[in-house]
C-alpha cells in the first residue's frame, strides 16, 4: 500500500448519515490510523431521517455496470451482502431481469444487443454459467416477449421484449441496512451521533473555521466531511458539478396471497422507460423510476460568498410539505407501468407516493474528494442513484482517498473518476445522462402547478 501523504487529522465531522456518511464512519472507526482522532457524525433530524435518500422500502443491488470499476466495486460489496451484513432479510438475491420494451425480439442493430453481447463477455471472461434457473443458470437471456413473460410470470403482464436475468443479483431492505451499519458504527464505540442541523459552515482564508449548527453552536474540526447527500448544494456552491433531482416513487398495498406470488419474481427493470417494479416488501409493492428528475430550483444565501445570491435545486420532502405527492405526470408514468406489467393490479390506488432525492453529476460518477478551495473540507457524495448498494464497503475506499492511498488498481481508478472537476459543466443544473428514463428538464413547481389543474386524475 503506498505511503498516505495526508496528514491524520485529530478530529472529524461528518454531517450526514446516510450511506456515504455512516460507511464513512465506520472506516474511520476502524482503521488503525485514526484510532487517536475524534469522530462526530451530524444529522438533521432523528436518525434514520425519513426523507433520507438511502431510507426506503427497497434498493436494487445490481452488479451489471456497463463501467467495470463499479462492477468490481460491487463485486467487494456482494461479498458483504451475502453474508452477515444481508442476514436478517436486509438482502435477498431474487434476481434482476433486465429488459427493454422497444422492438421485438432480438435482432440486429437493436439498442439491447450489447445486453447479448455482455452475456456473451461474462460468460468466457467469469465463468458464469448461461441458462434457466432451473438448470442452474446464473445469467439467464430472455430473447422474445414470451421469455419475460416466462420469468415474470406472476405479474401476468407485458413486461417487455427482450433482455436477461442477472439471477446473482438481489435487493436490499434499504432501511433495515442503514440501521444495521449505524448499529456497526455504534458498536465500535468510537463515534459520538448527534441530531443537529448544520446551517453552514464558516469559511476561514483557504479552510473551514468551523460548522454553525442551526442552534447557532459552533463545532470546530480539523477536518470536515460533507456527506449531506441531496442537501449539499446548500452547504457549498455545486453549480456545474452536481445538483439534486427529484425522482418518483408510488406504493400499492397486496394481499398476501399476491405477496407471496409477486415475491417470486425477480425485480424487473425496464431499461429504456427507467421503469422499475422491486420485490414486494411486507404487503407492499414499490413502482418507480430511474428518471432525470425534477429540479426544484431554489434561491439560497451563497454558501461562501456573504451577501451574495445564488438558485440552486434542492430536495423538497414530506418533512417540507406533508401534503407533498408526485406530479402528475409522474403518476402517470408508474401507473401506466403498473398496468401493463401487472393488469390485475392496474387500478388499485396508492397507498403513498413519494419524492426521493438523487444527487446528480454529468458523468454519474461520485464526487468523493477535497474540496479545492477548502484543504480541510472533504466531500463524499453525489451517488447519482447508484449509491446504496455500496453501503457495506464505499467508506473504506472513500478513507483511502482521504489519506492519498491507492491499495490496488480500482482505487486508483475510482480516485481519477471521484475527482473534484476541473471544470464546470456547462450549465448550472446538472442532467445526468446516463439510462434515465421521463422527460429531461422538468420543474417540481410547473408539474405540480400541472396537476393541480388536474386534481381528478392524479388521485386516480
Ligand atoms: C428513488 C431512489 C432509488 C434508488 N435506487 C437505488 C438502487 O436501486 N440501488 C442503489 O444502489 N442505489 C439506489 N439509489 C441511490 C442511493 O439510495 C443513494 O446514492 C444513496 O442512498 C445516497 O446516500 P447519501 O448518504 O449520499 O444521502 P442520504 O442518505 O440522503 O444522506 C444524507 C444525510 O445528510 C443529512 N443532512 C443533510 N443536510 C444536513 C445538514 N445541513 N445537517 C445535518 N445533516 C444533514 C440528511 O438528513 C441525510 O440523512 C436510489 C436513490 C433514490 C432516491
Ligand atoms: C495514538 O496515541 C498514542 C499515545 O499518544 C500513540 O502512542 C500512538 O502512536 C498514536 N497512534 C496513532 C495511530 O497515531
Ligand atoms: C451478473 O452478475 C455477476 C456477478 O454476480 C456479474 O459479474 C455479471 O457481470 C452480471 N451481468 C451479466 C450480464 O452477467
Not at 441458462?131 to 420469468?151: I, K, T, Y
Not at 416513487?249 to 425477480?266: H, M, S, V
Not at 435545486?313 to 401507473?335: H, Q
Not at 473518476?417 to 439510462?435: C, F, G, S
Request: include cysteine.
Amino acid at each position: 500500500m503506498a505511503s498516505s501523504t495526508k496528514q491524520i487529522p485529530s478530529s472529524v465531522i461528518i454531517v450526514g448519515s446516510g450511506v456515504f456518511g455512516l460507511s464513512t464512519a465506520h472506516a474511520l472507526a476502524t482503521r488503525d490510523e485514526f484510532r487517536n482522532t475524534s469522530i462526530t457524525v451530524l444529522e438533521r433530524v432523528d436518525f434514520p431521517a425519513p426523507d433520507g435518500s438511502s431510507i426506503d422500502s427497497s434498493r436494487i443491488i445490481r452488479p451489471d455496470y456497463a463501467d467495470g470499476a463499479y462492477s468490481l466495486l460491487m463485486a467487494e460489496a456482494h461479498k458483504y451482502w451475502r453474508s452477515e451484513f444481508g442476514a436478517d432479510g436486509r438482502y435477498t438475491e431474487a434476481g434482476l431481469c433486465i429488459v427493454t420494451d422497444e422492438g421485438d425480439g432480438i435482432g440486429e442493430g437493436d439498442a439491447s444487443d450489447y445486453m447479448f453481447k455482455a452475456m456473451e463477455n461474462v460468460k468466457s471472461r467469469l465463468g458464469l454459467k448461461v441458462g434457466r434457473r432451473e438448470e442452474g443458470g446464473q445469467v439467464e437471456p430472455l430473447r422474445s416477449a414470451s421469455d419475460v413473460s416466462r420469468v415474470m410470470a406472476t405479474m401476468e403482464g407485458d413486461c417487455g421484449t427482450k433482455g436477461y436475468v442477472n439471477w446473482t443479483s438481489g435487493w436490499a431492505d434499504a432501511e433495515a441496512g442503514v440501521r444495521h451499519m449505524r448499529k456497526l458504527v455504534e458498536r465500535t464505540g468510537r463515534v459520538n451521533f448527534r441530531t443537529a442541523e448544520v446551517k453552514r459552515l464558516v469559511f476561514g482564508q483557504g479552510k473551514v473555521e468551523s460548522v454553525e449548527l442551526v442552534s447557532g453552536e459552533q463545532l470546530q474540526a480539523d477536518l470536515t466531511i460533507l456527506a449531506t447527500g441531496a442537501w449539499t448544494p446548500k452547504l457549498v456552491d455545486l453549480r456545474g458539478i452536481c445538483s439534486s433531482t427529484g425522482q418518483i416513487l408510488a406504493y400499492i398495498d397486496l394481499t398476501q396471497d399476491e405477496q407471496d406470488r409477486l415475491g417470486k419474481n425477480p425485480t424487473l427493470l425496464c431499461e429504456n422507460s427507467g421503469m422499475f417494479i422491486i420485490q414486494p416488501r411486507d404487503r407492499q409493492l414499490k413502482v418507480a423510476r430511474h428518471g432525470y428528475g425534477y429540479a426544484n430550483p431554489t434561491t439560497i444565501d451563497h454558501p461562501e460568498k456573504p451577501g451574495e445570491k445564488i438558485t440552486v435545486s434542492l430536495p423538497r420532502t414530506k418533512l417540507d410539505d406533508e401534503n407533498l405527492n408526485i406530479p402528475a405526470e409522474g403518476d402517470k408514468a408508474c401507473r401506466e407501468f403498473l398496468r401493463k406489467s401487472i393488469p390485475y393490479l392496474a387500478e388499485r390506488p396508492w397507498t403513498h407516493t413519494k419524492i426521493c432525492w438523487y444527487t446528480d453529476t454529468p458523468t454519474g460518477n461520485w464526487l468523493i474528494d477535497y474540496h479545492p478551495s477548502y484543504e480541510n473540507l472533504f466531500m463524499a457524495t453525489a451517488g447519482c442513484g447508484h449509491g446504496y448498494k455500496f453501503l457495506p464497503n464505499v467508506g473504506q475506499r472513500i478513507a483511502d482517498v482521504m489519506l492519498g492511498q491507492d491499495r490496488d488498481a480500482l482505487g486508483k481508478e475510482l480516485r481519477a473518476k471521484w475527482r473534484w472537476p476541473q471544470q464546470k459543466h456547462k450549465t448550472d443544473h446538472i442532467w445526468t445522462d446516463d439510462w434515465r428514463g421521463g422527460k429531461k428538464g422538468m420543474i417540481l413547481d410547473e408539474e405540480l402547478g400541472k396537476s393541480a389543474a388536474d386534481v381528478k386524475s392524479s388521485k386516480l
